[in-house]
């Protein structure tokens, strides 16, 4: 036999692809859930890198400051003593042109250091004020790594736990595709793709539960008795909403 004979009826079929709707459902809603984690994740990540190299840029900035304070001190205090040097060589000139020659070299000199304390003055700030950036960034990153890393934690645990779920569902799916006969579970799911998932609907009110489609009495009836029906405005299985009590009423009387 080319497919497996159910032993259910009609209605007890569609009881079951009803289940089954609710599965691919809930299966559709977890994969919703799981598609936003990656973005997230890369999101988390990304926060913690950026916080990272804005960290490393300063921290490297900073030390080149200090370098570049250390050079300009060292040269400030290498012009003093010459500018000394200067000083104590124009009190033991001899001719005019010495003696301007010698002005000329303290002239330079004062410039000299004019220039290395005015330097000096500006990297002293730039040093001040990266110090401060440095610390603020250092405690903004532990804070942000902490407290990103638990959340990464959290979603990777979270997914995991979705996977297995889903799992689950797709086993019990499976188990009940099995009661069903192929010609109905593959109409179901040829009917799903068109219909936003909803492929079995209840008639509400003597119209179909999807489109909203008033159905003839003889329709209905037939939907009652446990007939397969589509609906002829949009395609759905209906079912009789009873389906659903029959079965506690049949569960209590078991
Ligand atoms: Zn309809």
């Known amino acids: 036999m080319p497919e497996k ?4 009826s009609i209605k007890e079929q569609l009881k079951i692809l009803l289940k089954i709707q609710e599965y691919d459902s809930q299966l559709l809603e977890l994969q919703m859930r799981k598609s936003f984690f990656p973005d997230l994740l890369k999101q988390l990540k990304e926060e913690i890198k950026n916080l ?16 570049e304070l250390d050079l300009m001190e060292l040269t400030l205090k290498q012009e003093e003593q010459a500018l000394k040097d200067s000083q104590d060589k124009l009190l033991k000139v001899s001719t005019n042109k010495e003696y301007d020659a010698v002005q000329m070299e303290i002239e330079s000199h004062k410039e000299k250091i004019a220039e290395a304390e005015e330097k000096i003055i500006v990297l002293l700030d730039e040093q001040k004020s990266l110090e401060k950036e440095v610390a603020e ?3 903004k990153l532990k804070k942000t790594k902490e407290l990103n890393e638990s ?5 990777k645990k979270n997914s995991q736990e979705i ?3 889903i799992e689950r569902i797709k086993a019990e799916k499976a188990r009940l595709e099995e009661k069903v006969s192929m010609r109905l579970l ?12 909803v492929a079995v609907v209840p008639v509400v009110d003597r119209a179909c539960g999807g489109c909203h489609q008033a159905l003839p009495p003889q329709r209905i009836q037939e939907i009652r008795a446990g007939k397969l029906v589509i609906c002829e405005s ?3 299985i209906l079912v009789d909403p009873d389906i659903l009590k029959d079965e506690e009423d ?3 009387g078991q």
């Open 250 to 252: 049949e569960d209590k």
């Open 52 to 67: 990272e190299a804005e960290f490393k840029e300063k921290s490297e900035r900073l030390t080149e400051v200090k370098k």
């Open 137 to 139: 960034l250092e405690e």
């Open 186 to 197: 593959n109409k179901y799911r040829q009917i799903r793709q068109g219909q936003q998932g």
């Open 234 to 236: 949009c395609g759905r």
């Open 151 to 155: 959340r990464i934690a959290e979603i």
């Open 5 to 8: 004979k159910p032993q259910l």
């Open 163 to 165: 996977n297995q779920i």
